[in-house]
């Protein structure tokens, strides 16, 4: 299966020599299989299986959403302007309870349409009933990383246990697509023993690790009063960042301290801005976690405290909360903030060969139409993407080389069957 | 000319005696002329001018942008993540020593259809040229409130003469839709004599006052040093508040002392939290504006500021921002922050009879398709309006009983053009 997309304009994310972003310029892109094979100018004599106009159109590398909860789609609008304890303890737990496999599988699954439709390429997940997940991911041609969320209670042998399984059995299925972690809810959430066990395991399989951490000033205090430390020294000292990837999840209470630790145990922080201003969590200090070399990644957390997975307003809302955080207009340039949602995603989620576009480089790309108002004077297109566009500004998907989207029509997906499903089982959850 | 809208989902954003919001209802819509006549069950007997199928669609009053420079789409993209003196000095500044009429003629038409586009159905415009941008307005079937932004310096004497003239030329046009203020830029490049002289006038003529006020800490550091007060005291003792509405945009740094009188004399505060995030100015109380019963509307600032018009996007922003501004998950909830840009929006720019809808309201409102993933599962359509949906979810706009926009086709405006004109009036400004 080949494609060659013609004279299409390219921002391939790469960075010059200078340091600078190579602009956007003009070309060709030749993809052959699930990989990029050339970029530039494409010879017109060759016959490709697909061929599309690149006319107003922009390709870049498809997004990736490093941190959320995709079944939680179905709770979306269902609490919102409550308190973070009266809303899990009056709305999302008792459903929690009652969800089975069905409604994992249909509230995944209008989370990946919502994400193919907004030009999310891969993403992480952390959740139950996994294969459920798994199952919509090998469907629907993303990419995604899978962990079962793990909390400590009187069933955590047995959920341990299928979580490990589950990371075994999928590891590299659907072709690569699917990538498998063990999740660890939480510090407050997971004694140091149960830990340590997680640890084991994770070292046993090869498997890397997927946490929330210093989420809330109330956790950092939660955690201060149990062991005496703040949650990242508590997991230093327990040997959590060792030896294993980490994607850490919101890092909004993380002090200047603490940060060389985590640059030198590599540790990639999934930062989820408006996750982070819908619970009044904090504003995480991503410009200073960005200058001591640690990886910032971009995420949507669930739909349930966002309320959309557009990741196109997640970058939006991550440059803009860091400028007036840091009181900055230049805190978070743009082409930073479009880094941290494609290279610096790949790299969270170990994603080889992805986050850029070049000859080799798997093809997880997403083209743009750029001809609408706001895209409007084209003095700068990476200007626009961060500061102007949406997600429904994609006009086309390409994940691994199969197109997933075509003109906003999604051709792995039964569309308006998701959406019926989806609000049949929130609608049967929610007993009205 | 009358329009049926049939069997529709319908949020009126009218409060109940409970004090509530009235729940989304279904029902049927009838417009005569440019008003409503009716809301809920129409006579089928009826014959109408043109009949709307209402399914999958939801009917809101059209939402109200109070803070504006529209014909600055012209410098969307053109000079970001710069520090505010460097960007003015260096990059707007000299564009606008070369714009000429034509050049806002274009702007100002790109921008009303981003703005139509997006369910915006009234705006406030602050900026020179004036009598291009109501030409525009006239053409494009929107409503706005215009004055021509005035700046003291050698040629003030004409600039004051021709925002008198065109206030008072204008007020009223295109059937009512076009209404104007006079428009001091603010406290720091406006002498006292200067605000006098403008006040005067804007008493003779009967004339609102839309100035910008409290925006940054060095524009009050700068009227401290001056006057040795902050600017609401200084402009509270020339008596500026007294007598005449006024709509003071974003009102970053009002202090709780400062808000009672401006309650006192019904001062509007057009909120733009976008802009105030991107500009690195910082964040509103809004909520303690509100509580001290201020009318506090919703804004876009210009594109350069932003970078777009989507003032459902701004919706979300003032929410966000808020609960993360008080560290509060309930500061400003959907359906207050959803009256923020249509009640107090309308209120704010003394448009009458608009802001809700009902029987012998102003016929200006928007058909949203709730049929998209971000709309799914369908628990609470408020929610999902402010926490989920953007301006590209806005399928009808209809304003004055006219419809503009129609399966986001736009009726009164060619768009390839104002795109392309605007492109190439941008192009020959930046001179490349």
Not at 25 to 52: C, F, H, P, Q
Not at 275 to 300: E, H, R, Y
């Amino acid at each position: 299966m080949s494609i060659l997309i013609q004279d299409v304009s390219i921002l391939t994310m790469q960075r010059l020599e200078s340091g600078e972003i190579c602009p956007v310029y003009r070309g060709d892109i030749v993809i052959e299989g699930n990989l990029i094979k050339n970029i530039g100018y494409a010879d017109r004599n060759v016959s490709y299986d697909t061929v599309i106009n690149g006319n107003h159109l922009l390709a870049m590398p498809g997004l990736v959403n490093t941190h959320g909860h995709s079944a939680m789609t179905l709770f979306r609008g269902y609490g919102d302007d409550m308190e973070l304890m009266d809303w899990l303890q009056n709305r999302i737990w008792p459903l929690e309870e009652k969800l089975v496999a069905a409604d994992v599988a249909v509230g995944s699954r209008l989370a990946i349409l919502e994400m193919i439709k907004s030009g999310t390429t891969a993403f992480a997940d952390m959740y139950i009933f996994m294969s459920e997940v798994a199952l919509a991911v090998e469907e629907a041609g993303i990419r995604a990383s899978l962990c079962r969320g793990l909390t400590e209670g009187p069933l955590s042998i047995f959920k341990t246990k299928e979580a490990v399984n589950f990371a075994v059995d999928f590891q590299g299925a659907a072709n690569g697509r699917i990538t498998t972690m063990l999740g660890p809810h939480a510090t407050y959430t997971c004694s140091p023993k149960y830990l340590q066990k997680i640890m084991e395991k994770a070292d046993k399989h090869n498997l890397g690790l997927h946490i929330h951490l210093a989420e809330t000033k109330a956790e950092v205090e939660d955690i201060k009063n149990r062991y005496g430390k703040s949650p990242v020294e508590y997991l230093a000292d327990i040997g959590f960042f060792s030896g294993r990837p980490i994607l850490a999840a919101h890092g909004v209470y993380i002090s200047e301290e603490e940060m060389p630790l985590l640059t030198e145990k590599k540790v990639s922080i999934a930062h989820n801005p408006r996750s982070n201003m819908k619970l009044a969590s904090g504003m995480a200090p991503v410009c200073s976690l960005q200058k001591a070399g640690i990886n910032v990644s971009l995420g949507t957390d669930s739909a349930c405290s966002n309320n959309n997975l557009d990741m196109f307003q997640e970058l939006r809302a991550s440059t803009f909360l860091a400028k007036v955080r840091d009181l900055d207009p230049l805190a978070l340039p743009a082409a930073k903030t479009l880094e941290m949602a494609t290279v610096c995603g790949a790299k969270a989620l170990g994603i080889e060969d992805a986050g850029i576009l070049a000859a080799g480089m798997k093809a997880d790309l997403i083209l743009i139409n750029t001809d609408k108002p706001h895209f409007y004077p084209q003095h700068d297109l990476i200007s626009h993407l961060v500061y102007a566009a949406s997600g429904e500004d994609v006009d086309m998907v390409i994940v691994d080389g199969q197109i997933l989207m075509e003109k906003r029509q999604l051709l792995t997906i039964d569309e308006e069957k998701v959406m019926y499903q989806a609000d049949e089982a929130a609608t049967k959850l929610v007993g009205k």
